[in-house]
């Protein structure tokens, strides 16, 4: 697809939110907040030309590396929140992605995400195949205090929970989407800090894809978690509250 007449190189987007996205307190759920955060950024891509459509005529896609998200407050059902995104660095196979949420002309979260081609056959990183020239940079323009960082599981973590990963736990690139990872270990915890909006930020790692059928174990160590496949460690997540 070219790119499009109404492509910026900063897109503002709004959402309104619904009752299927929230909890039972009214407020937007932490899994529908990254969802809402990935769909914003899938939509730039898309007036941007380098959309999942246009990068597949190459057998590629970008895929969550990592990704940090810092809220000062969550909205709750009717909002109607103004996703603003724009690019900080775009080369080769990488690109870092800065995502803020307005509700009511202030800022209430910020995201910063890392992204990374991926070959959809080969299911390896590689070189990104189209045009990117039209995009404006803002290396200096962060959405979030802390940048997203490596975490490092140095205390062993017990495992709370299994599961075989089902069909509908996988997205279009055929393995399991990166909210799903998020969405098993909020699973897993006290249900209070999720109705009480505890969580005041999420720092997760995405390392290696799971798929369909596969075996996972979810683990937690206090505020962090990991997802392991075969004793390999496939996700990590910190969580601030």
């Known amino acids: 697809m070219p790119i499009s007449t109404q492509f910026t190189s900063i897109l503002s987007k709004d959402w309104e939110i619904n009752f299927t996205q929230c909890t039972p307190n009214g407020f937007l759920k932490y899994t529908d907040l990254c969802n809402l955060i990935q769909l914003t950024a899938a939509a730039h891509s898309e007036l941007g030309g380098i959309s999942f459509s246009d990068m597949q005529e190459f057998n590629q896609a970008w895929v ?30 990488r690109s870092v992605r800065a995502i803020e949420v307005v509700l009511n002309g202030n800022k209430i979260i910020g995201s910063e995400t890392f992204w990374v081609v991926f070959n959809t056959k080969t ?34 973590l017990d495992t709370i929970n299994e599961k075989e990963v089902v069909l509908s736990d996988l997205d279009i690139v055929n393995h399991a989407n990166s ?11 006290e249900p209070e800090l999720l109705l009480k909006k505890k969580i005041k930020s999420l720092d997760m790692n995405y390392l290696k894809e799971v798929s369909f059928l596969d075996a996972i174990e979810i683990n937690r160590n206090h505020k962090t978690f990991s997802i ?14």
Do not use: Q
């Not at 969550?74 to 900080?88: E, F, R, Y």
């Not at 990590?236 to 509250?241: G, Q």
């Open 64 to 93: 969550l590396s990592r990704m940090r998200v810092e809220i000062k407050e969550l909205p709750k059902w009717k909002d109607v929140i103004t996703i603003n995104t724009w690019i900080n660095s775009l080369e080769n196979s």
């Open 123 to 156: 299911r390896r990183p590689e070189d990104l195949k189209l045009p990117i020239s039209h995009f404006e940079l803002f290396p200096e323009r962060k959405a979030t205090f802390i940048s997203f960082s490596k975490i490092n599981i140095i205390e062993s």
């Open 179 to 189: 909210v799903k990872y998020l969405e098993w270990c909020l699973d897993c915890i």
């Open 228 to 241: 392991s496949k075969e004793g390999k460690t496939c996700f990590a997540l910190d969580l601030e509250y």
